[in-house]
């Protein structure tokens, strides 16, 4: 990492990116939401193109000199339509939210009935949480998940009935099952409501086609790019052509101001990176050590909601241990693990608890980690939860995490 110039101006900042860089080095990542952008993107994202204002579309913005950026943010259009199948791509949105914000805006006025899936089930805020725009200003009905961790789509009918939304919102921040958008687009059909499908989590694998395409079922496809995509931070809209005026109109001057064209041509790089074979390899190799990690913690006694999962990501049930999802959370940081707290079905702590942890594995497979490593990650995690309060134990652990960390070395080459 060539930190120079930060050096000599911002020493504080320099010496924080630089420990922030060992940080991701040592760790094993599990925050099933984050992952490791190539050295290509993140050259993007630090370019010049971050000077540039560029309020508008391509060919027709509100200020001069647009020649170059006008033509990398038409490629990533371009490329964003073909890798997902679509026929409009905005990639301006800033961020997953603000994706879903502008289709919101688009579609909805104040008030309208939406049916979105709940936060404590897996949905994300700005699916109808009532702490968030989505939740605030429109009528939200929530669907949530059955016992076994699964969306009950008889029962996602039957509220589309019941409230007739004119929007329905399917896709979530953590959901280990295949998600049926061809079952949604037949309930939205029968209500007469739009479809969204925010495949924010599962972009990579939609890409690489290992998870069925929303593409032909949902008019509205929104996405991170920082996910399973391992592009930038940042968010993409798709959407049939005939909406493409109204949702470029709704993200700006609806939304935003200045694109970041910088963040933008990283996704142009990271479009062009998911559309390779190597980028297919690497969504089978996710499939295959999710699986792996999920097995293996089931092999060391751990429940898993739902059982074995059909994508990135699970979560772990801590509720027949005495631990909570809080303190299994700080315990593997401590033993070099990275992962966050959630909620599990009916989950009898508080939002702030949690008796969960949700688990993913795309960062872990970008270093490089196969099925045996995830055996022995599973192996770590288990004995965390059994010998938390082990000292020497858990010091063990954490040699044993650092061991994996340094056989796959972070921007390698
Ligand atoms: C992460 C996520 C988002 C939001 O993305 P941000 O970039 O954090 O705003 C939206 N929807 C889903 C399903 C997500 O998982």
Redesign the pocket.
């Known amino acids: 990492m060539n930190l120079e110039n930060i050096k000599k101006i911002d020493p504080l900042v320099a010496d924080e990116i630089q420990k922030e860089f060992e940080r991701q080095q040592n760790t094993i990542e599990l925050i099933a ?1 984050e992952n490791i952008t190539s050295k290509a993107v993140l050259e993007a994202c630090g370019s010049v193109l971050t000077n540039k204002y560029a309020e508008g579309k391509p060919y027709s913005r509100f200020y001069n000199g647009c020649e170059h950026v006008d033509i990398i943010e038409e490629v990533a259009q371009e490329r964003a339509c073909k890798l997902f199948n679509m026929e409009h791509a905005n990639v301006q ?8 914000m502008a289709v919101f805006m688009y579609l909805l006025k104040p008030g309208d009935k939406v049916l979105g899936m709940d936060l404590s089930s897996g ?5 109808g949480s009532p702490v968030n725009f989505s939740g605030m200003y429109f009528d939200v009905k929530s669907y949530g998940v059955d016992d076994f961790g699964c969306i009950d789509y008889e029962n996602v009918r039957q509220m589309a009935l019941e409230h007739k939304p004119k929007l329905i919102v399917c ?4 959901y280990s099952k295949i998600i049926d958008f061809k079952k949604f687009r037949e309930i939205a059909d029968e209500v007469g409501a739009y479809l969204l499908a ?4 599962i972009a990579g694998l939609v890409a690489a086609g290992v998870h069925p395409s929303p593409a032909g079922y949902a008019q509205f496809v ?3 790019t ?2 399973s995509l391992r592009g930038p ?3 993409i809209i798709m959407c049939d052509m005939e909406h493409a005026r109204g949702i470029d109109k709704a993200v700006f001057p609806g939304m935003q101001g200045g694109p970041l064209e910088h963040i933008i041509a990283g996704k142009a790089v990271a479009l062009l990176e998911a559309s390779k074979p190597e980028f297919k390899t690497y969504a089978e190799q996710i499939l295959k050590n999710a699986k792996a990690l999920a097995q293996g913690l089931m092999d060391e006694g751990m429940e898993i909601i739902g059982g074995m999962t059909e994508n990135h990501l699970m979560t772990l049930d801590l509720r027949k241990t005495s631990r909570t999802g809080k303190e299994m959370a700080n315990v593997l940081e401590s033993v070099g693990i990275t992962a966050n707290k959630n909620t599990v079905p009916n989950d009898p702590q508080t939002p702030f608890v949690t008796s969960g942890i949700r688990l993913g594995v795309p960062a872990v497979t970008t270093r490089g980690f196969k099925e045996d490593d995830m055996v022995e990650v599973a192996k770590i995690i288990a004995s965390a939860v059994y010998s938390a309060d082990n000292k020497s134990g858990l010091k063990n652990l954490r040699e044993r995490s650092l061991k994996l960390c340094k056989k796959y070395p972070l921007y390698k080459g």
Do not use: F, Y
Request: charged share 10%.
């Open positions: 939401s949105p800033h961020s997953g939210a603000q994706a879903n949905g994300h805020l700005s699916h896709g979530a921040s953590n925010d495949i924010a989590h929104t996405t991170t920082h996910k931070r940042g968010g």
